[in-house]
Every structure is written in C-alpha cells, then in structure tokens.
C-alpha cells in the first residue's frame, strides 16, 4: 500500500504535545526554568516586557524553521531561560531534520522542564539518527513524566538500528498502558523481528484492545511467521480493529495456514475487517479460496467490492472472468478499474479489448493506473494500445501512464524506445517523468545525455518533479561513466529527495548528502485568530472537519487560504484506496498536480486514526494543495505526514467517496 503521494500511482490515546499557538498564548505567564534546573513549585510571574520580546523571539524562530535555517536555535535550546521558548527551538530543530543537531537535543533530555524534554524527544525521533539511541536510551532510565517517555519510546523506533530491540522489549512490559502502546508501534517501526515473541506475549497479558491492535500492526510490519499464531488468535477478537489490523497482517506475513480463518472473515459485519481479509487473501496468494471472494463482487461496499476485485486478478482465478466482466459496468468507478486490472492479470491480452472501454471512462488518475498496469502484459494488442495512448500527449494522465507501462516492457523495447525518447521534450511535465523512469528502466544508455539535460530545470514547482524522476533514471542507468557523472552533480541538487536518491546511487552513506541551500518554500505568516474548522460539501455528503492549528499552524493557515479562495471547488477525489485513504487537491486529477509552491512540513504526534486529515507529499517539504483522510488507523504515516485536522462529523460521506467524486465547496471558520 502506497503512501499518500503528489505523484501518480505506482503502486490511541495519545495525547498531543502543546504546540505553537498554546505556547505563545501562555507566554504572559510562562515558565522561566533555567535548561537543566529542576522546575520551581510555581508559575513565575512574566518580567514587564518579556511577553511581547518572547512573542518576537518565537516568531523569529519560526522563520527559521520555515526557511530551514538552523542558525541559533542550538544555542536558544541550551541556554534560553524561558522553557517554551526552549521548546519552541526544540520542535523547530525536528522540523528541520538536521544530523548536526542531535548532539544540543541529547543534552535537552535533561532539561529541567517536561515540555522542553517532550519536544527534544520527538525532534530526536524525526532526525532519525540512530546515534541518537544511547542518549535517548539514557532518557528512558531517568524520566519519571509519563508522555515524555512515551515519546521517548517512539523516538527509539523513529531513529532505527538493532540496538532499540532491547528498549523497546523493557517497555512493552511497562506499567503504563500508552507507554506499552508507543513501544508496538515503535516496534511496528524498527521491523526488529527479535521482538516477535515479546509482542505476542505482552498481548496475550493485556487486556486492552488498544494494546492488541498494535501489537497486530507490529507483526504484520515485522512481516516474521513466528507471529502467525498470535495474529490467528486476534482475527478472532471481539474487538472490530483488532480483527481488521490481523487479517491485513496475516497476508503481510503470507501465513497460507490462515487462509480458512480469512475466508470466514470476509462474512464479518465491519466493511473494514471485509476489505483486509479480501486483500490477505490476495496476498497469500490463496489460490483454492478464490471462489469465497468471488462473491464479495457483489458486496453492498464499494470498497470490499474493489479489492476482491484487485485479489481475484492478484491469485489470477479465471473462473471469477465472467464475474469481472460484469463488474466492468459497476457504477463505482474504482470497481471498475480494479476488475480491469484483475482480467489483465488474468487474461492477458484477450482481455485488452474488454477493458477498452473503461480506459476512456474513467477519471484520470485511474486510467493514467490502468493503461500503465498494460505494461507487464505480453502481446501485440497490449503494446498497440501503449505506443498509441503515449504517442497521444493531448491526455497527459493516458500518455504518462502508457509511457511508464512501456518502461515495464523489455522484450519490446526496440518498439518502445524510439517513442519514449521523443516524450523527454513533452509539454507536460509529468510525462517527461514517465518518460524519463522509463528509460532509465529500459538500460537505454543513448538517452543519458537528454534526461541529465533534465537536471538543468529549475524555473518552476514541477521542474522538480522532473529532477527527481530524471536522477532516479540515471540511478538505474549508473554503469555507464556519464551517468555517474551526472548523479555527482545532482549531490548538489536543491531539492533534498534529488540528493538522497544520487547518494544512495552513488553507493555513499545516507549521512553524506550533499549541503545546498534551503529550499524556496512558501512560508506564510502564522495569523494570531487562525481558523478552527471546514466543512466540505461533497457529491457524497458534508464533511465537517476540526482544523488543528496548534500543531500545524502553516498547514492549516494554507489549507484555509486555498479553500476561501474557491481553488478546491470542483475538484475530484482523484484517489482513494481501499480501507486506506481517500485523496483530493490535485487540480489535474491525475495526483501530480499542486499550486504552484510547496509549504514546509509540520510533523506532528497527532496520530493517523480513522478520519485524520493529512497533507500529502511526494518527499519532505513538497506539500501544496493535496490533502487526504485516512479511512482506518495508520500508524505508518505518523510523523511522516503532516496531520492538520479530524472529521468531526460526516465520516459515512467519507467511506463512500469513489474516484471522481467532486468537492462542490468547501467553507472555513
């Protein structure tokens, strides 16, 4: 399952950490704990003057942050005498992502104030530097304030390396219920599979279906069989999100025993638990229980409908044709891509005359999806549609789609190449993308020149894009001198996702990523009365959703700007997966659309719950204008999307949204 992305388809109880707007509201009384002293019994009363010089204070870090300038803001974190204003420099150095400060945020972990050390924490967890484990290790051993040891249990998953298996295994025998629920989720994270047996049989001692879920989740994520038997026992538990979260982990872990416990799943009431079990079911693959799925076509859910779909194609059942056939005239759109791509994998190329139809119907960024999933079918009809849908740059979503399924097909790419070459001075960016991956999957040596001439495009938002697709090209063409070449300059490169794919290419360590200069992002001033909520109004319904600018201040501020601007007015719902997330703000309707700008992330520790409003990306700091909601729990994109809101009514509307559904208009307050 993909993450929520601006590019085109390849394929709880948590409490919040104070945030921006709740720090400088209670500066006129803050906290003057020197860093490293132990915090006075009582609130010391504002020095005359201090309330507007820390409000100026804060206000320059946070154009620090926005602008991902570093300078300073160690020194504000060690030594300033005010604790939020400490903790300001703490979440800023976070946002920033820089190795360089994981030494002052170390020292932070014994800062005299909660708040300070909270921040520290999480900022240790986003940098992700396993360096980090000892100090954050060492935190754990002496903090006695209970959410900062749960974030510092997320913070050992978040920075990675062996040695937090350990860390993690103490905490899951921890007194404290949020502390056992961090440390599955962190161990979800690390993907350490000596922690197993520990998460299994904390489970089994817990009560709490909030501990069970995520100890689910973590096996699943660890991906190791040895978890089979635990996550067996929870597809039984009376508890919806435990049964749903195990079915899914029992096809990530490919348990074929479990294949008769999914089939009885895919009865279950809860559209959710449905849904998973169908997708397990397709992961296994269980070939000899495709005739349990093939009823769920006809499943009241358009979602369940759409993934029994996608794992009928994915176990290629070819007595479930007839079936697919007619779920090609199924009045939910992503039905109808799903059976598409099921008779492909099924059929073959007698199934591209069938599926032709639906390549025109459907909206865009489902059919840019379907004409590339006729990349790995073999034959002359397929590879007739492909050269002709890329040859036709008047519909970009077609073209770019057809242009990355040739890039799937090497046995033609005598046919393919001299097509594909032409595409890398199309008008439209996203298929000199297409076009340029394409290529480099191909081996064609030729095309180096042309697409690292590609590197030399910076005029506009999308010229990154193509840099990105260009440098991933060149990654796959790196044998050749001219290419290596080219992947040493794009070290260079402004944008940071450019650099990290020539450095890992490079065969250089992930720390070595060459410096540039901070990217141009769009950094709006933070308004002092910010809005608080949004209500959308849908083919499917109204969705009303709180706005959270406490943790996401410039998120939301651009969310609302846009919005009262009417940009998202007649915008499609351009993607949704299954139990996933439904996506919109793209205003091609193909996901690589955007504004025209990027704004900078604000990761949070707000986590992905059913119904949590995030900003998509294709990369750090890439943000504009596409937004999603997750339809289920989703601790994978926790402090990897900025979440900014929560549907606070109208989550039946949101369960609903197929591709193509519109926003009709959308009002903030």
């Known amino acids: 399952m993909a993450a929520p992305r601006n590019r085109t388809v390849r394929n709880r109880l948590i409490r919040t950490i104070p945030r921006v707007a709740a720090l400088v509201i209670c500066l006129a009384g803050a906290n003057s704990t020197p860093a490293g002293a132990a915090p006075p019994r009582q609130k010391a009363a504002a020095a005359p003057g201090r309330s507007s010089a820390d409000a100026a204070r804060i206000t320059s870090i946070l154009a620090r942050e926005g602008s991902r300038d570093t300078t300073e803001l160690a020194q504000l974190l060690l030594t300033h005498g005010s604790a939020p204003m400490r903790a300001v420099a703490a979440r800023a150095l976070g946002h920033i992502q820089n190795r360089g400060s994981v030494s002052a945020l170390a020292q932070a972990l014994r800062d005299g104030s909660p708040e300070v050390r909270r921040e520290a924490a999480f900022a240790l967890g986003l940098i992700a530097d396993s360096t980090a484990l000892p100090a954050l290790s060492d935190g754990l051993t002496r903090e006695t304030d209970a959410r900062v040891r749960e974030i510092l249990v997320t913070a050992v998953g978040m920075a990675g390396g062996r040695a937090g298996g350990p860390v993690l295994e103490r905490a899951l025998r921890s007194p404290h219920a949020p ?79 479990a294949a008769p416990r999914l089939v009885a799943l895919l009865t279950d009431s809860s559209w959710r638990v449905r849904v998973n079990a169908a997708h397990a079911l397709g992961a296994i693959p269980a070939r000899r229980d495709a005739r349990s799925l093939r009823p769920l076509l006809r499943d009241a859910n358009p979602q369940v409908r759409w993934e029994a779909a996608l794992s009928l194609g994915a176990i290629q059942d070819s007595a479930s044709v007839s079936e697919l056939r007619v779920a090609l005239q199924d009045h939910a759109s992503g039905v109808v891509q799903g059976a598409a791509i099921a008779l492909l994998s ?116 999308e010229d990154n894009d193509v840099r990105a697709s260009a440098v991933a090209a060149l990654a796959a063409l790196k044998s050749r001198p001219e290419a290596l070449e080219a992947l040493r300059g794009a070290r260079r490169d402004p944008e940071r996702r450019v650099r990290e794919v020539a450095t890992l290419a490079l065969g250089l360590p992930a720390d070595s990523i060459g410096s540039a200069p901070p990217p141009k992002l769009r950094v709006d001033p933070i308004p002092a009365a910010p809005a608080t909520s949004a209500t959308i109004e849908t083919d499917r319904g109204a969705i009303r959703i709180s706005l959270d600018p406490a943790h996401a201040p410039r998120t939301v501020e651009n969310f609302a700007r846009l919005a009262r601007s009417g940009y998202f007015n007649g915008l499609s719902f351009h993607r949704v997966v299954p139990n996933f997330v439904i996506q919109d703000g793209c205003p091609r309707g193909d996901g690589w659309g955007g504004p025209g700008y990027a704004i900078p992330c604000e990761y949070n520790d707000v986590p992905y719950e059913a119904g949590t409003v995030g900003m998509a990306l294709a990369g750090k700091d890439t943000g504009g204008s596409q937004w999603f909601i997750t339809l289920s729990p989703q601790p994978r994109l926790n402090a990897r999307y900025t979440a900014f809101g929560k549907v606070i009514s109208g989550m039946e509307a949101v369960e609903r949204i197929m591709p193509g559904d519109r926003i009709q208009k959308i009002t903030v307050r």
């Open 179 to 257: 502390e056992r629920w961090a440390a599955a989720l962190a161990a979800a994270r690390l993907r350490d599979s000596t922690l197993v047996e520990p998460l299994a049989t904390a489970a089994t001692k817990d009560p709490n279906p909030n501990f069970r879920w995520r100890v689910a989740y973590a096996l699943g994520q660890i991906g190791d069989r040895r978890g089979a038997a635990a996550l067996r026992k929870f597809s039984t538990d009376k508890s919806e999100i435990v049964r749903s979260m195990a079915a899914r982990a029992l096809g990530d872990i490919h348990d074929s025993t």
């Open 346 to 461: 099924i059929e073959g190329d007698h199934a591209v005359s069938a599926i032709a139809p639906a390549v025109d119907l459907l909206p865009g960024f489902l059919r840019s999806g379907l004409v590339e999933a006729l990349g790995p079918v073999k034959g002359p009809l397929a590879l007739e549609v492909l050269l002709a849908r890329a040859r036709d740059t008047t519909d970009a979503p077609q073209a770019a789609g057809a242009a990355s399924g040739l890039g799937k097909r090497p046995w033609d790419a005598a046919a393919a190449l001299p097509v594909l070459r032409p595409l890398l001075h199309a008008k439209d960016f996203t298929v000199v993308c297409s076009a340029a991956e394409a290529l480099g999957s191909l081996g064609d040596s030729a095309s180096i020149p042309a697409i690292a001439a590609l590197l030399g495009r910076t005029a506009t938002a």
